[in-house]
């Protein structure tokens, strides 16, 4: 099941202006969307999933209904955040396969293991639904953001941390915690309600921020401490 979002709805209006929407069979609209387009007086029809009728809309004249309704084209914000998500899901198996076979099999399975947080949070967006809590290491998410609030996510990986002994395993986590930060703010970008000046999937962000401070703990531990020396 597909959901239609506010914001795939505005990046469609603000392309070229609509005063019909049609939904696919398989396809459902958030309440968010629906207030869209009752705010614009927009019509909003639903096809069924057999004959091709589409409820809510006059019926066709002889000449249109031999023509195939089809969906509309989805946003480019919707398709590049689900694209970032596919990409990070594939990059936590393939940081989890390289740290199993080379340097530290328990890191390694850590970070599958956290690749596992990730997928749900990420079946939490497609499905349009909250994502669960996160428990890594038995530790819950306030336990997690106050030992990295300790630590601080802006520590910078530099040329002398991936030298050291554990510097690929460091390398590595770092990759992922810069590529949660782009995904940061692209759930941020497609989810943004102009009205509310907020983002309406804060949760997702958050989730992905513990994600986040899990990694910079790791990393701190692969480090063992250490600070880079200027």
Same mark, same amino acid.
């Given at each position: 099941? $597909? =959901?239609?979002?506010?914001?795939?709805?505005?990046?469609?209006?603000?392309?070229?202006?609509?005063?019909?929407?049609?939904?696919? *069979? #398989?396809?459902?609209?958030?309440?968010?969307?629906?207030?869209?387009?009752?705010?614009? @007086?927009?019509?909003?029809?639903?096809?069924? /999933?057999?004959?091709?009728?589409?409820?809510?809309?006059?019926?066709?004249?002889?000449?249109?209904?031999?023509?195939?309704?089809?969906?509309?084209?989805?946003?480019?914000?919707?398709?590049?955040?689900?694209?970032?998500?596919?990409?990070?899901?594939?990059?936590?198996?393939?940081?989890?396969?390289?740290?199993?076979?080379?340097?530290?099999?328990?890191?390694?399975?850590?970070?599958?293991?956290? !690749?596992?947080? =990730?997928?749900?949070?990420?079946?939490?967006?497609?499905?349009?639904?909250?994502?669960?809590?996160?428990? =890594?290491?038995?530790?819950?998410?306030?336990?997690? $953001?106050?030992?990295? *609030? +300790?630590?601080?996510? /802006?520590?910078?990986?530099?040329?002398? #941390?991936?030298?050291?002994?554990?510097?690929? *395993?460091?390398?590595?986590?770092?990759?992922?915690?810069?590529?949660?930060?782009?995904?940061?703010?692209?759930?941020?970008?497609?989810?943004?309600?102009?009205?509310?000046?907020?983002?309406?999937?804060?949760?997702?962000?958050? @989730?992905?921020?513990?994600?986040? +401070?899990?990694?910079?703990?790791?990393?701190?531990?692969?480090? !063992?401490?250490? $600070?880079?020396?200027?």
């Amino acid at each position: 099941m $597909k =959901f239609i979002t506010e914001m795939e709805l505005r990046d469609l209006y603000r392309a070229e202006p609509f005063t019909t929407y049609v939904l696919a *069979a #398989h396809q459902k609209i958030t309440p968010g969307a629906r207030q869209f387009l009752a705010d614009r @007086k927009i019509r909003l029809v639903q096809v069924q /999933d057999s004959g091709g009728t589409a409820v809510g809309m006059a019926p066709a004249s002889a000449q249109t209904q031999t023509q195939t309704i089809q969906e509309p084209p989805q946003s480019w914000c919707a398709l590049r955040l689900r694209s970032s998500m596919e990409y990070l899901e594939s990059l936590f198996l393939l940081a989890g396969a390289e740290l199993l076979s080379s340097e530290d099999s328990i890191l390694g399975e850590e970070v599958m293991e956290l !690749g596992a947080c =990730f997928r749900k949070v990420r079946q939490a967006e497609q499905q349009q639904t909250a994502p669960e809590a996160i428990t =890594f290491w038995e530790w819950s998410e306030e336990r997690i $953001k106050g030992c990295a *609030a +300790n630590l601080g996510q /802006d520590f910078e990986i530099r040329e002398c #941390h991936v030298r050291l002994k554990m510097g690929k *395993a460091v390398a590595l986590l770092n990759h992922l915690r810069a590529s949660l930060r782009e995904l940061e703010a692209a759930i941020g970008e497609t989810y943004w309600d102009e009205a509310r000046q907020a983002c309406r999937r804060e949760d997702l962000r958050e @989730k992905v921020n513990v994600i986040i +401070n899990i990694l910079c703990i790791m990393m701190w531990k692969c480090l !063992g401490g250490q $600070k880079c020396q200027q």
